[in-house]
C-alpha cells in the first residue's frame, strides 16, 4: 500500500454535467498550502467560491487570467480580489488561453474545461487530474510562474 501511493495516478470527468466541476472542486479541497490558477475564462461560482474557502482555510490561492477577464460577462475576476485572492490579468498574448491548477506542487489539474457555467452545463469538454509526476508538474509550474510575472 505505501508503494501505490507513491505511484502516479489520473482521474478523469466530462461535461456537460458528467462530473468535471466536482472532481475540479474534489481537488480545491484536496489543497493543503498553495493553488496556482491559469484560466482563460472564469465564471464558474462553485469553483470560485471552492478557492476562496481554500484561502480562508490558508491555502495561498494565486489566479492569473486572460484580459478578457477584466470586464468580461460573467467574469468573476473582481470577486476573487473581493475575496482577497491575489488575482492578475495577462495581457501579454493574443489570448491567454490556459486552463490549469496545480495543487501543492503535487497534483496538476488539466483539460479543455474553462472554468465557467458554460463548461458544465452546455460544452462538450475534459478534465484531468494528474497526481504525482514530478516532471510534468514541474514544467507546469514554471509557465506558471511565467504567466504570473507576465501579469499585472
Same mark, same amino acid.
Given at each position: ?20 466541476t ?20 472564469f465564471?464558474?461560482?462553485?469553483? %470560485? /467560491?471552492?478557492?476562496? !474557502? ?7 490561492? &494565486?489566479?492569473?487570467?486572460? +484580459?478578457?477577464?477584466? *470586464? ?13 485572492i ?32 458554460? %463548461? /458544465?452545463?452546455?460544452? !462538450? ?7 504525482? &509526476?514530478?516532471?510534468?508538474? +514541474?514544467?507546469?509550474? *514554471? ?10
Open positions: 500500500p505505501a508503494i501505490a501511493a507513491n505511484k502516479p495516478s489520473l482521474e478523469s470527468a466530462f461535461s456537460p454535467k458528467q462530473g468535471a466536482e472532481l475540479i472542486i474534489k481537488t480545491i479541497q484536496s489543497a493543503e498550502k498553495t493553488i496556482q490558477v491559469a484560466a482563460y475564462s465564471t464558474s461560482k462553485p469553483i %470560485a /467560491e471552492a478557492l476562496v !474557502a481554500a484561502s480562508i482555510q490558508g491555502v495561498d490561492v &494565486k489566479v492569473v487570467l486572460d +484580459k478578457s477577464q477584466r *470586464k468580461g460577462r460573467g467574469s468573476l475576476y473582481k470577486f476573487l480580489l473581493d475575496n482577497n491575489p488575482t492578475r490579468i495577462n495581457s501579454k498574448y493574443a489570448i491567454m488561453h490556459n486552463k490549469f491548477m496545480i495543487i501543492d506542487g503535487k497534483i496538476l489539474e488539466i483539460g479543455s474545461f474553462n472554468y465557467t457555467k458554460a %463548461a /458544465e452545463e452546455k460544452n !462538450a469538454e475534459n478534465v484531468l487530474v494528474i497526481h504525482r &509526476k514530478p516532471k510534468i508538474i +514541474k514544467d507546469y509550474s *514554471k509557465q506558471w510562474r511565467k504567466l504570473w510575472k507576465e501579469a499585472e
